[in-house]
């Protein structure tokens, strides 16, 4: 049977309230990704990563995936280069809050946001806040950069600097998920973070930033990339993946377990 929210009639749908079943909300967003990669990357990503989990999670606890968001906020200064498409902040927040708003009050109590794009981590957790604030019911949101930090680090070819935007970590991926479009042959590292201190790690799409400064300030990109993707490779990606599927599986089953 199909884990799939959409699959669902409203009598199926009755019964996985019934069931407490697990609501995955996968958020990316369209943007581009530097000259090789899609400017689907971040949706491509939260998609497959939405579907992995459900499918490690299958026979553990009822699990039901939700479409995924392929629109939130870019800032202004990524429209240099064709394919970003933004929301407004707000109107990107108010749209996730009435989406899980709508299946909260249907009488599903356990959601989590997939968190796939850098420029989404603030608002999808004020959303969150919110939604508690509103349906008395606590949201769950991760992220699999986060989740495959640890893993992505131990194999990773790139040194510090190289897997912020369209880098190795998200190309790494797209060869593991979706190699068919991305074109290697015009992946550059001419615009490989430089600029590092005791604040600014230059990873900071890992979550290892101690501050808040925008990347795009840091150091002015010439392809829309951010990173070294050259050295990126499907296996790389598959470790990614594996690991934020491990972690985040092993995570939901603690959230879900929580009455």
């Known amino acids: 049977m199909s884990f799939y929210f959409r699959d669902q009639s409203w009598p199926q749908l009755e019964e996985h309230i019934r069931q407490r079943s697990l609501l995955i909300l996968p958020v990316g967003t369209t943007e581009e990704h530097g000259p090789h990669l899609p400017v689907d990357t971040d949706a491509r990503i939260a998609e497959a990563y939405g579907r992995r989990l459900a499918e490690a999670l299958d026979g553990k606890i009822p699990t039901l995936v939700m479409d995924t968001i392929r629109y939130g906020y870019s800032m202004k200064i990524m429209r240099q280069w064709p394919g970003t498409i933004t929301l407004r902040t707000r109107v990107f927040m108010d749209m996730i809050f009435d989406i899980c708003r709508s299946v909260l009050d249907m009488g599903f109590d356990k959601l989590a946001l997939l968190d796939c794009h850098g420029h989404h981590s603030g608002p999808l957790n004020t959303v969150s806040r919110e939604l508690c604030d509103a349906c008395d019911k606590a949201i769950a949101v991760i992220s699999p950069a986060r989740l495959s930090r640890d893993a992505f680090q131990s194999v990773r ?32 590292d001419e615009d490989a973070m430089r600029y590092h201190s005791e604040f600014v790690a230059g990873d900071g799409f890992m979550g290892s930033q101690q501050v808040t400064w925008s990347t795009w300030y840091l150091q002015p990109s ?7 993707p050259t050295v990126a490779t499907a296996e790389t990606g598959q470790v990614i993946m594996d690991a934020a599927v491990a972690n985040g599986a092993r995570f939901l089953q603690e959230y879900w377990s929580r009455r």
């Open 157 to 188: 070819r790139s040194p510090q600097g190289g897997a912020i935007h369209a880098g190795e970590w998200e190309t790494a991926l797209l060869l593991y998920l979706s190699p068919e479009v991305v074109d290697m042959s015009k992946a550059t």
């Open 222 to 228: 010439q392809s829309g990339t951010y990173g070294i």
